[in-house]
């Protein structure tokens, strides 16, 4: 079945630091891969998607790049900061021609940003 | 738009009981999925609809779990009896994807549930 594997956190980093945060996948077919953040207390909260191979998803200083090739969907930002502080979440949603099916979750990556 | 609305935010009960959490979904949207987050095994789909017809049940825990959508704009999640492995963060969403098949979800804020 579908699956997404994110790097385990926490991950700290200072402020102004560049950001990486891994994530790879196995799906049949053509799937649509997203970055969700969830804040403290609150939902999830779409940051970014792509939906075909070498899209560049990008939002907020954020960037992923859809890799076919290597079945992967890093997170990047070249300079944090505090406010960036939040669970990171990898998913995958099939497509479907038309319909939809639930997302499958990478575990997610607890993010630290210190002043 | 007001976004996925669910209630209650937050949910105290005694093992045994019977919970009800409610999500209302964006208007338009003909999808609802209904997750839950725990620690341990992360965020897992439990059950969506399609115009309130319910597609995929597969992840729903046990017996003891029951999800409706008697219309296109509410849905309920019901546990009875709860049980303290029940605690967790249940989340609802919902989603449009039209004929371009995009599976973009946009999620309630949730309610946290714990059980006694």
């Known amino acids: 079945g579908d699956s997404v594997t994110q790097m385990e956190g926490p991950v700290t980093l200072s402020e102004e630091a560049f950001l990486t945060i891994n994530c790879t996948y196995t799906a049949t077919g053509y799937p649509s891969l997203f970055w969700y953040v969830q804040y403290p207390g609150e939902g999830l909260q779409l940051l970014l998607k792509a939906t075909k191979a070498d899209d560049k998803g990008s939002n907020k200083g954020f960037e992923a790049t859809y890799r076919k090739e290597t079945t992967s969907f890093h997170l990047e930002k070249g300079s944090v900061q505090v406010s960036d502080s939040a669970v990171y979440f990898c998913?995958?949603?099939?497509?479907?021609?038309?319909?939809?099916?639930?997302?499958?979750f990478g575990k997610g990556t607890h993010l630290i940003i210190q002043p | 738009d007001a976004g996925v609305i669910q209630s209650p935010r937050h949910e105290v009960t005694e093992m045994g009981q019977e919970v009800t959490l409610r999500c209302k979904p964006i208007?338009?949207?003909?999808?609802l999925f209904w997750y839950r987050q725990t620690m341990m095994r992360g965020l897992e789909l439990l059950i969506y609809f399609n115009n309130n017809v319910p597609i995929d049940d597969s992840g729903m825990p046990e017996d003891r779990f029951s999800a409706k959508m008697p219309n296109a704009s509410f849905s309920t999640l019901k546990i009875q009896p709860s049980e303290p492995r029940d605690s967790a963060v249940y989340f609802c969403?919902?989603?449009?994807?039209?004929?371009?098949?995009?599976?973009?979800?946009?999620f309630g804020p949730g309610t946290r549930l714990t059980v006694l």
């Open positions: 998913a995958l949603g099939p497509y479907s021609g038309g319909g939809a099916d639930g997302l499958t």
């Open positions: 208007s338009g949207h003909d999808y």
């Open positions: 969403a919902s989603s449009s994807p039209g004929q371009r098949g995009l599976n973009e979800q946009f």
